[in-house]
């Protein structure tokens, strides 16, 4: 199976992600990494140490 081209706008251009994406994300990852962090299992930890180090997160 062939992967798919990246996707572009009909001008030739990159599309961009709206705010209101950006800011579900960020804050489903901002649940994400309190709940890691109140629960205190293995998975959580991980989760947890993965989100800090995607946002660059000194722990």
């Known amino acids: 199976m062939k992967a798919k081209p990246n996707a572009v ?3 030739g251009e990159a599309p961009t992600r709206a705010n209101k994406t950006i800011s579900l994300r ?3 990852n901002e649940r994400l990494r309190e ?3 109140t629960k205190k299992t293995t998975a959580s930890a991980l989760i947890e140490k993965a989100l800090a180090e995607m946002w660059g997160i000194d722990q």
Do not use: G, I, S
């Open 26 to 28: 960020t804050d489903f």
């Open 9 to 11: 706008t009909p001008k």
């Open 35 to 37: 709940e890691a962090h």
